[in-house]
């Protein structure tokens, strides 16, 4: 039901950073659960990190670990992901997601399932 757009995406070097950001619209991302994925050329898409409803929890693919910051204000509307330390493995391009939460107990969950909103994706290239 939500409008998702990414943003944020472009020719990085090795070891760089990038933030990509996702802002959303038409609905608030209040009670959404929200996650960035990725799909290399040629390669499935693959769940990168997710974040809960109210913020508390977060949850990463292991190759991003210690790499990758997701984060959410729901004043502005917007999911970012910032990416540091990236590698060429990291070109994919990256897909905010949300999923709305109906039930009160599953606020803190972080799930990469259930998402029912969707951006079109911004392509990310690491490269020298």
């Known amino acids: 039901q939500l409008q998702l757009v990414e943003s944020g995406g472009g020719l990085v070097q090795p070891g760089g950073s990038l933030r990509l950001s996702c802002e959303a619209s038409?609905?608030?991302?209040?009670?959404?659960?929200v996650a960035w994925f990725r799909q290399a050329p040629g390669k499935e898409r693959e769940g990168v990190s997710c974040m809960s409803a109210r913020g508390g929890v977060t949850n990463y693919v292991d190759s991003v670990k210690g790499r990758f910051t997701i984060s959410r204000d729901n004043a502005k509307n917007t999911v970012s992901l910032q990416m540091n330390s990236l590698k060429s493995e990291d070109t994919a391009v990256y897909y905010c997601?949300?999923?709305?939460?109906?039930?009160?107990?599953?606020?803190?969950?972080?799930?990469?399932?259930?998402?029912?909103?969707w951006g079109k994706g911004t392509l990310v290239t690491v490269s020298s």
């Open positions: 038409r609905f608030t991302l209040d009670y959404h659960s």
């Open positions: 997601a949300a999923g709305y939460v109906y039930d009160y107990d599953e606020l803190d969950d972080c799930h990469y399932d259930g998402m029912d909103s």
